[in-house]
């Protein structure tokens, strides 16, 4: 691995895998919902779209058939706390790629028009997570649990902010947060010996000043919410305080949801789905931020079952909490996560978002021997220890369901 900083104070890191034929290029920026205000929330995710919408040079279709005519994957995501635009190509086809990519990144016009045509793409976005209820509960779920800080603002925004943005605001927001101090550039796969040279003829030119982003610590607010919904099932989410990025204990909670929620072998799946059949989905997962971190279970059920599933689920947390998990179950789990960790890095895609949301996140990277290790130190206390300090605090409760009726907490 490889970290060059530009004189401009953006970031190249790179991973070399010369036994492969892709390369998978990213450029991400330390933007996202989680520092918006509450009347603009939803401008990262609205800038995203805006980049694919034309530059001085080329239309929106012209980029997409640029990336087409060489059989490349273009896309992009909004997160909490980031915005990446990324692609995967042959590797010859790297130089052209990076021509693409920042020519969208410095030279998107934000035409007017393009402007209120792409308004009306993001509504029918929010309203297609409005129509898909085993999305907008996690969505919920967010909002409770860290009600007075961003971080549980919606990514995608709201329908009222997306109709007002304007042009100035999308360039006064650009300038802000997509300054060189905010910006890697994440590479992996057989890369061409000039790539950071190719990197810093179309980077270094940009300017800014850092922007400071707020570091406050967001609150978890432990809060239930009903929304009454015509759904074919009733859908639920139980949160609880979990922990950030940078937290020691991570490992340990990472191994206590493979436990408790996160495969088909886990105790929730096992009880809820194949001893009761009470759910075809149900699953726990932490989302780890910044500064903070959400650790979750969903379901979803037939409606009227929606108490049955919460004291199951209770009943097992209680069963964790109270008597902690078992050996087996301990080194089944470290065994898992070993695995889906060494699979994931077969693929360059994943390579290059380890790279760029550790460097821009964390501005540190560890081997994978590394993490390995820190797995396979993690004891049956540690674990346990955690179970006690997740599941022994107050919850949020989600619920949607034609009734909106929530079950007895």
């Given amino acids: 691995m490889l970290i060059h900083t530009l004189k401009n104070g953006i970031r190249i890191v790179a991973e070399e895998i010369p036994h492969v034929r892709s390369i998978a290029l990213g450029i991400w920026v330390g933007a996202g919902s989680e520092g918006e205000s509450k009347q603009v929330n939803g401008?990262?995710?609205?800038?995203?779209?805006?980049l694919f919408k034309g530059t001085t040079t080329?239309?929106?279709r012209q980029i997409a058939e640029g990336f087409d005519q060489f059989g490349g994957q273009v896309n992009a995501f909004t997160s909490k706390e980031v915005t990446c635009y990324y692609a995967k190509v042959l590797d010859q086809h790297?130089?052209?790629?990076?021509?693409?990519?920042?020519?969208?990144f410095f030279h998107s016009t934000f035409d007017e028009l393009e402007i209120e045509k792409e308004k009306k793409v993001v509504l029918e976005e929010i309203s297609m997570v409005e129509d898909t209820p085993d999305d907008l509960i996690h969505d919920m779920l967010s909002e409770i649990s860290f009600s007075e800080h961003p971080l549980g603002y919606p990514v995608i925004g709201t329908m009222d902010n997306v109709s007002s943005f304007t042009r100035d605001q999308l360039i006064a927001y650009r300038k802000s947060y997509y300054n060189p101090h905010n910006v890697v550039i994440a590479l992996a796969g057989n890369l061409p010996n000039d790539y950071v040279q190719q990197v810093e003829q179309y980077f270094s030119h940009q300017q800014g000043e850092e922007n400071i982003l707020d570091d406050t610590t967001p609150l978890f607010t432990p809060q239930v919410i009903a929304k009454q919904k015509t759904t074919e099932q009733t859908h639920l989410c139980i949160g609880y305080q979990g922990v950030s990025l940078k937290d020691q204990q991570i490992y340990p909670l990472i191994l206590l949801n493979n436990?408790?929620?996160?495969?088909?072998?886990?105790r929730l799946f096992q009880e809820v789905r194949e001893e009761r059949g009470l759910a075809y989905s149900v699953y726990s997962y932490h989302s780890a931020h910044r500064y903070n971190g959400l650790f979750a279970i969903y379901a979803g059920t037939k409606h009227g079952q929606e108490q049955e599933v919460c004291n199951v689920i209770y009943d097992v947390i209680n069963q964790v909490a109270d008597c902690g998990v078992l050996e087996q179950e301990l080194i089944k789990a470290q065994e898992q996560l070993k695995g889906s960790m060494m699979l994931g890095l077969e693929s360059t895609n994943n390579r290059m978002s380890r790279l760029g949301r550790n460097e821009l996140?964390?501005?540190?990277?560890?081997?994978?021997?590394?993490?390995?290790?820190?797995?396979?130190?993690?004891?049956?206390?540690?674990?346990?220890?955690?179970?006690?300090?997740?599941?022994?605090?107050?919850?949020?409760?989600?619920?949607?369901?034609?009734?909106?009726?929530?079950?007895?907490?």
């Fill in 43 to 50: 401008i990262s995710h609205f800038m995203e779209h805006m």
């Fill in 58 to 60: 080329r239309t929106a």
């Fill in 94 to 104: 790297f130089s052209m790629s990076l021509d693409l990519l920042a020519d969208m």
């Fill in 259 to 266: 436990i408790l929620g996160g495969n088909m072998s886990s």
């Fill in 361 to 409: 996140l964390l501005k540190k990277h560890q081997t994978l021997d590394e993490i390995i290790g820190q797995v396979e130190k993690v004891t049956l206390e540690d674990v346990n220890k955690m179970a006690k300090r997740i599941f022994q605090s107050s919850y949020s409760l989600a619920l949607i369901s034609p009734s909106g009726k929530l079950p007895t907490i």
